[in-house]
């Protein structure tokens, strides 16, 4: 009886479908790859007035289907890429690297499952800008699809200015468009488009609440949905042919399937 119990256990382990890993790297890998239909995504371009001032607005698509559903495991893997401007040859860095004014990057990001991609630069000046959807780049997409690498900026890079201090860029991978459709309207308000100032509460000191003041705001907010069951694990030396060096692996390592993966990619400026 105890054989019949042991060889049913063993069917059971290794059956397809089965994962006995735990760690980001592992779980990322054990998502197969899919051709998900998402809903069209929401564009941001510029549009200039009569006056002929330029202004930032959105514009919506109507959803083409329904929500798409939420996964097991959702997962993506990034490269920080250092840029030689002159050749525009690239190379993979360590992402605890220290870099400096004048060092230009970009990012691949490299999803197990189709979705839509936010990228948010905030420099040392604290100013934020949206390199995905970007108004400066329209036609950029921000459809990332499963097993497939995604560069931001696709066709140019992100120059490390002056003052020295810690670079951030606030990523959201959402399954569905409509979960960040809030970050847009911060994000206008944030990047250029006017907003009239709040009126200071009572200890504040006379200080107003600037536009960069409520993006800020947003961005904590939305940083409170991150999930505890994510897990991030940085692989220095290639394991898979196809496996960049210095890459970082973040996943949900739940079984609970979820719809959203929201990080932060920090990067020392000296």
Known sequence: MRGNWNRALIALLVAPGICLCQDSRD?????????DKLPPPIRIKKVTTSTGTTTNTKKTQAAAAGPVAAVPHFGVRYNILK??????DTTHVDPDATFHSGDCLQIDFFPNRSGYLYVIAQGSSKTWKPLLPSP????ESNIARSRTTM?????SCFKIKDPPGDERLFIVLSRNVE?????????????GGKSPAATPPADSG???????NRLDAEMRRISDLKSRDIEIEKIARPQKSDEPAQSVYVTNVSDTPSDRLILEIKI???
């Open 179 to 191: 979960d960040i459709s809030e970050l847009h309207d911060a994000i206008k308000k944030g990047a």
């Open 206 to 212: 006379g200080a107003l609440l600037t536009a960069d």
């Open 151 to 155: 560069r931001v900026p696709q066709d």
């Open 268 to 270: 020392k400026h000296r």
């Open 83 to 88: 840029v030689d401007p002159s050749s525009g």
């Open 136 to 139: 400066d780049a329209p036609e």
């Open 27 to 35: 779980l990322f890998y054990h998502e197969q790859q899919d051709n």
